[in-house]
């Protein structure tokens, strides 16, 4: 039984590691260990087994609401601009809950 359908595996969006989150806003691993373990004014995250994951979305929504949008350019690069690498997507995560 599938979690959920081929056309939604397509349109899900990948999963940034802990490592990606660093590139992308420019901050060290110890800021985002410090924000996931004080859920620092909600900020978004999940865990797959024991690892950190983060979908770009819901980390720059975050940014906009806590920094602002001046916050979000302040910190994050535009996410075109980042090596390419291979990514899990939430896809590939939900087959592997199968």
Request: charged share 20%; net charge positive.
């Amino acid at each position: 039984m599938s979690i959920v359908s081929g056309q939604e595996c397509r349109r899900l969006e990948p999963l940034l590691s802990i490592q990606d989150l660093c590139v992308w806003l420019n901050i060290s691993r110890k800021t985002i260990y410090v924000w996931t373990s004080q859920h620092h004014n909600g900020f978004p995250f999940f865990k797959v087994g024991k690892h950190l994951r983060f979908r770009a979305s819901e980390v720059e929504a975050w940014l906009r609401k806590y920094h602002g949008s001046a916050g979000v350019r302040e910190f994050a690069q535009p996410m075109d601009s980042m090596p390419p690498k291979n990514v899990r997507s939430e896809s590939t995560v939900a087959a592997s809950v199968q």
